[in-house]
């Protein structure tokens, strides 16, 4: 079984965003739930996801919380399922159409993987001629809190360690000659590196309200990655 697990607290016009296109660019026969956690939004999220969650096509749950941070609602979601593998999404990531198939692609053809993270910059630009065919780049130091990850793995982590806003990387130095980031890069930018509006202004909004950390910025050289969605 393979659950998506959506994550969002506040940031209302990136939930918005980004949940339409998991929706829209998602091969829903290869997820069997999708499991959105609410972590204490107070911006009318909560409302907003109550109504449009049904729009999913397979089975699907929400749940509001205040656990403080996504290691914890990782943690208690792991404590709950009973899937093997679960792909958890934050609500600033703008997913292209087809990343799933991508994702189940590696992880079949790479029995051993416990973690494949997903994040643009971190395996390069698929070339002019890419073929289509994703591998799985092990040249890493970590994996970002963003891909598919096995439940069995996880549970293994030292779970101490995962109790706060940070943590999750310290945990995956454990498991790393098993986790890999998928290769070439998934076109899937992250609203809070995107340095034009209304992306970046709503980016300052939210880091004077505490909901995010100021975060680098994407290089105009890697125009690739949100070029399907805003050509520049």
């Known amino acids: ?10 940031r209302r016009e990136f939930t918005e965003h980004t949940f339409n296109l998991l929706l829209e660019n998602t091969n829903w026969d290869l997820a069997d739930r999708l499991i ?6 107070l911006d009318g999220s909560k409302l907003w996801m109550r109504k449009n969650i049904s729009r999913c096509p397979q089975e699907h749950y929400f749940r509001t919380t205040h656990l403080g941070s996504p290691v914890s609602v990782m943690n208690d ?3 709950k399922t009973n899937a093997t593998w679960f792909c958890k999404i934050d609500n600033d990531i703008c997913l292209p159409p087809g990343w799933l198939d991508a994702m189940v692609s590696v992880t079949d ?10 994040e643009v910059g971190m395996s390069g630009r698929p070339a002019d ?16 809190g963003i891909g598919l990850i096995n439940v069995g793995a996880y549970k293994r982590y030292p779970r101490p360690l995962a109790n706060g806003r940070f ?3 310290e945990s995956q130095h454990k498991f790393v000659r098993k986790s890999a980031w998928i290769s070439p890069d998934i076109l899937c930018p992250l609203l809070d590196h995107l340095e034009f ?3 970046m202004g709503l980016s300052h909004q939210y880091v004077a309200k505490g909901l995010q950390r100021d975060m680098g910025k994407y290089p105009k050289e890697m125009a690739w990655a949100w070029s399907w969605l805003w050509p520049t």
């Open 77 to 79: 979601y792991v404590d």
């Open 109 to 118: 053809t790479h029995p051993d993987l416990q973690i494949l993270g997903m």
């Open 1 to 10: 079984m393979r659950d998506i697990l959506y994550v969002t607290k506040g």
């Open 197 to 199: 509006e209304p992306w």
């Open 167 to 169: 943590g999750w990387t």
């Open 129 to 144: 001629d890419f073929d289509g065919v994703y591998g799985a780049n092990y040249d890493c130091t970590h994996i970002g």
């Open 36 to 41: 959105v956690y609410d972590d204490g939004s």
